[in-house]
């Protein structure tokens, strides 16, 4: 990834993360839906997932995203793979920042740059991303953790509803 590029993947990742709090506190759509998505990994229900619920949940995402089955995600696969929030920024007029999070987040999780993801690129992010959402470092994702905290969630919910500038 270029300089410029970096640059600019930084600063939208910043603003992502400094919208955390305020999505934490959102009772919208956006929020439901990354609750459903905590749901579907806490199919024990037990409050929170661990790691290897959350790596076997990544293969299977992977793995639904590869349409043409050759384990690479392009950008095209990446794109079109629906998180369930694309209505929700139709809806808000916000299809071009959807589309930009989605965009910073194939950028950051493309390790080499060189426009696909590989699986093990894939496992990587999930694991980086989830020892971020992991704010109290017990090895669990609690749903506020996952909601406020996992990148995709943020990034597409920042994006449909963006925090007010001050």
Not at 78 to 84: H, I, P, R, S
Not at 88 to 99: H, R
Not at 144 to 157: H, Q
């Amino acid at each position: 990834m270029r300089t410029a590029s970096k640059l600019l993947a930084c600063s939208l990742i910043a603003a992502i993360v400094e919208a955390s709090p305020v999505l934490a506190q959102e009772v919208g759509e956006g929020r439901r839906l990354a609750e459903m998505a905590f749901a579907s990994l806490d199919r024990a229900n037990r409050g929170f997932v661990n790691r290897g619920d959350f790596t076997t949940f990544g293969s299977d995402v992977f793995f639904s995203m590869d349409g043409d089955q050759n384990n690479r995600l392009e950008l095209a696969e990446f794109m079109n793979w629906d998180y369930g929030m694309l209505p929700l920024a139709q809806e808000a007029g916000q299809e071009d920042a959807y589309e930009t999070a989605l965009r910073v987040v194939f950028a950051f999780w493309d390790r080499d740059g060189d426009g696909s993801i590989t699986p093990r690129e894939h496992q990587l992010s999930l694991g980086a991303d989830f020892r971020r959402a992991d704010t109290d470092g017990d090895g669990r994702l609690t749903r506020e953790e996952f909601t406020t905290g996992f990148t995709v969630m943020v990034a597409l919910r920042a994006a449909i509803n963006p925090a007010p500038v001050e």
